[in-house]
């Protein structure tokens, strides 16, 4: 980081010393019973918390249980005691904590019925299918966490970095859809998490490496060693090939939305009080479903699948729906 951007943003007067942030962060340092106590005692209240917030799509208890959750503390650990190249226990205790949430998200998913549909939970579907921009997001907050941890006069807003970089909710989304034996749901939400783990390390090593100390600390803390260079790199291609892949495929999916979306109500222009109400495109399966509202019988199908060539791919089943409770199946573009 370039002197003056650190100046700037770390200024000299309001940084915090090597050992306050080792205080902080570091769960094997100090008074390690009484740390280690609170920590896993509002981990897991927060993780039933959040759980309960998941399973009643309460937005505000899920924001309750991101304030109280103390999981960034030891991930901030993580990447402090990589810019010490020191090891600090930190990655284990993440790893505990993590099978904890998600154990406790997996015991919550035995309370849901069996026919229950996790997509039409908010709090559900809103972390299993992050983007690009999720990440983006994430990185920005990563560094206003590790800043506000270096400097005194900032720490107000770490309540709002933990609200704008969730950790405990996607781990007991993982729990509940691994419960339901929903694997990509489950599988997504976890990358959600791992891409919010990977950005608030990065960030906590940019800032944390950036700091002034004395001669003695800066030798001590130095560069990261290469080998923690490369987890990064590794745990970002993990991240970043998946959140690409969804991001690119949520773009077509919206692409082929709006094309089918104009594709019906061209069908449906010569049939008076007719109207199209949705236009759903199922991620997983590929599959459109077109949700109409007809006064009559809907018209003829093919003429739906002749408006759709050449604006979807062809092989995409095509459903439509009607608000009496009729189903078609359309058939596929293209056959």
């Given at each position: 980081?370039?002197?003056?951007?650190?100046?700037?943003?770390?200024?000299?007067?309001?940084?915090?010393?090597?050992?306050?942030?080792?205080?902080?962060?570091?769960?094997?340092?100090?008074?390690?019973r009484?740390?280690?106590?609170?920590?896993?005692?509002?981990?897991?209240?927060?993780?039933?918390?959040?759980?309960?917030?998941?399973?009643?799509?309460?937005?505000?208890?899920?924001?309750?249980?991101?304030?109280?959750?103390?999981?960034?503390?030891?991930?901030?650990?993580?990447?402090?005691?990589?810019?010490?190249?020191?090891?600090?226990?930190?990655?284990?205790?993440?790893?505990?904590?993590?099978?904890?949430?998600?154990?406790?998200?997996?015991?919550?998913?035995?309370?849901?019925?069996?026919?229950?549909?996790?997509?039409?939970?908010?709090?559900?579907?809103?972390?299993?299918?992050?983007?690009?921009?999720?990440?983006?997001?994430?990185?920005?907050?990563?560094?206003?966490?590790?800043?506000?941890?270096?400097?005194?006069?900032?720490?107000?807003?770490?309540?709002?970095?933990?609200?704008?970089?969730?950790?405990?909710?996607?781990?007991?989304?993982?729990?509940?859809?691994?419960?339901?034996?929903?694997?990509?749901?489950?599988?997504?939400?976890?990358?959600?998490?791992?891409?919010n783990?990977?950005a608030?390390?990065?960030?906590?090593?940019?800032?944390?490496?950036?700091?002034?100390?004395?001669?003695?600390?800066?030798?001590?803390?130095?560069?990261?060693?290469?080998?923690?260079?490369?987890?990064?790199?590794?745990?970002?291609?993990?991240?970043?090939?998946?959140?690409?892949?969804?991001?690119?495929?949520?773009?077509?999916?919206?692409?082929?939305?709006?094309?089918?979306?104009?594709?019906?109500?061209?069908?449906?222009?010569?049939?008076?009080?007719?109207?199209?109400?949705?236009?759903?495109v199922?991620?997983?399966?590929?599959?459109?479903?077109?949700?109409?509202?007809?006064?009559?019988?809907?018209?003829?199908?093919?003429?739906?699948?002749?408006?759709l060539?050449?604006?979807?791919?062809d092989?995409v089943?095509?459903?439509?729906?009607?608000?009496?409770?009729?189903?078609?199946?359309?058939?596929?573009?293209?056959?």
């Amino acid at each position: 980081m370039p002197l003056r951007v650190r100046t700037l943003v770390l200024p000299a007067s309001q940084r915090r010393s090597l050992k306050e942030l080792t205080q902080e962060l570091d769960l094997s340092f100090g008074d390690t019973r009484s740390k280690r106590s609170a920590f896993w005692t509002m981990l897991t209240l927060s993780s039933v918390i959040a759980a309960g917030g998941v399973l009643t799509d309460s937005t505000a208890t899920v924001i309750g249980a991101m304030i109280i959750a103390p999981l960034s503390t030891p991930i901030m650990g993580i990447a402090l005691g990589s810019v010490q190249r020191r090891r600090t226990g930190s990655a284990k205790v993440v790893l505990a904590a993590c099978t904890l949430v998600v154990l406790v998200g997996l015991v919550f998913s035995l309370a849901l019925p069996a026919n229950y549909d996790l997509l039409s939970n908010s709090q559900i579907a809103s972390r299993t299918s992050p983007g690009l921009m999720d990440l983006i997001a994430a990185l920005a907050t990563g560094f206003a966490g590790a800043v506000a941890l270096a400097r005194r006069d900032v720490a107000a807003v770490l309540p709002g970095v933990a609200i704008a970089i969730s950790l405990v909710p996607p781990l007991v989304v993982t729990g509940v859809c691994a419960g339901r034996l929903s694997g990509w749901l489950a599988l997504g939400a976890l990358v959600l998490f791992v891409s919010n783990l990977f950005a608030l390390v990065f960030g906590g090593m940019v800032v944390f490496a950036a700091l002034s100390y004395d001669t003695q600390e800066e030798a001590a803390a130095g560069r990261p060693a290469r080998r923690t260079f490369a987890a990064m790199v590794v745990l970002f291609v993990v991240v970043f090939v998946p959140l690409a892949a969804n991001t690119a495929l949520t773009l077509l999916i919206n692409t082929w939305t709006a094309r089918t979306k104009t594709a019906a109500e061209e069908w449906l222009a010569d049939t008076p009080g007719a109207s199209v109400t949705s236009v759903d495109v199922a991620s997983r399966t590929i599959q459109v479903h077109v949700r109409v509202r007809v006064p009559g019988d809907i018209p003829p199908t093919q003429g739906l699948l002749d408006r759709l060539q050449g604006q979807v791919p062809d092989g995409v089943p095509i459903v439509v729906d009607t608000m009496r409770g009729q189903r078609f199946d359309v058939g596929s573009v293209g056959n």
